[in-house]
């Protein structure tokens, strides 16, 4: 390799705003994953106990997953 070609292969650390970007999108896409889960959940649960609290817990995984996507859209903004 030359050294040209080594000197464009290199890392480039990320920005600040760029890592919180990236860590506030895997939380939104956790969160609405974890939503899905919890209405599988409560489609089928394994016991009676469970009621409405996998509904709860989906609706509240999906807040968080909006919330986290809004997080994630302002830091993709800030230079």
Do not use: W
């Not at 899905?36 to 709860?56: C, D, R, T």
């Not at 989906?58 to 993709?76: E, H, I, P, Y």
Request: aromatic share 10%; glycine share 4%.
């Amino acid at each position: 390799m030359t050294d040209e070609s080594q000197a464009q292969n290199q890392l480039h650390p990320c920005s600040v705003s760029q890592a919180k970007q990236v860590a506030f999108l895997g939380l939104s896409l956790t969160a609405i994953m974890a939503s899905a889960l919890f209405v599988l959940v409560y489609v089928n649960p394994k016991s009676s106990e469970y009621s409405y609290l996998p509904l709860l817990y989906s609706g509240a995984s999906l807040a968080l997953g909006f919330v986290f996507n809004r997080l994630s859209a302002r830091a993709a903004s800030t230079p």
